[in-house]
């Protein structure tokens, strides 16, 4: 009902099927001013043999709005029982810190990770079941994700990411 009430106040949502994803991601880390904060469960830089990198450029971008002075934090969620996603995760927080993009692991044997997909790029926010993979960009995996134009839910996902950048290493 929320939703409905707010769509009135100027709340604007649009599906990310597929491929669409990485593209609206880049778009909106490269508007963010203020902040873009992402937190997501599998960040995967692995790519098969010839092909074009999809993961990389998102990075990338990260650290370009990094050198604008937004304020860039990204969790990585993890596993604690899938040796190769902490495997993925392990070498994604390495390959951000090179591009000196602020970045922690929620996952340890103490703390409890996070399956969360949120892109959050001031009052920008994705929501869905992307990770960021080659899978996931480049079409081959059913996912699909929204991008919502709200203030008022930037901020409560905000309070939430916090809670995560928090608890994270």
């Known amino acids: 009902m929320a939703l409905v009430k707010n769509a009135a106040q100027g709340v604007r949502v649009q599906l990310l ?68 996603i902490a495997e993925l995760a392990d070498a994604a927080r390495a390959f951000c810190r090179s591009h000196e993009v602020p970045c922690r692991w929620l996952t340890s044997k103490d703390v409890r990770g996070s399956h969360a997909k949120i892109v959050i790029a001031d009052a920008l926010s994705i929501v869905g079941s992307h990770n960021w993979s080659p899978g996931a960009f480049g079409g081959e995996q059913v996912q699909d994700s929204l991008l919502i134009r709200s203030g008022v839910l930037s901020v409560q996902l905000s309070g939430l990411f916090m809670q995560q950048w928090n608890r994270a290493s």
């Open 17 to 84: 099927s597929g491929a669409r994803y990485r593209d609206a991601t880049i778009a909106a880390i490269r508007s963010s001013v203020l902040r873009c904060w992402c937190s997501l469960f599998i960040i995967d830089l692995t790519t098969s043999f010839g092909m074009p990198l999809t993961v990389d450029p998102v990075i990338e971008e990260l650290e370009r709005a990094v050198r604008r002075r937004v304020d860039v934090r990204l969790v990585i969620g993890g596993s604690r029982t899938s040796l190769e």
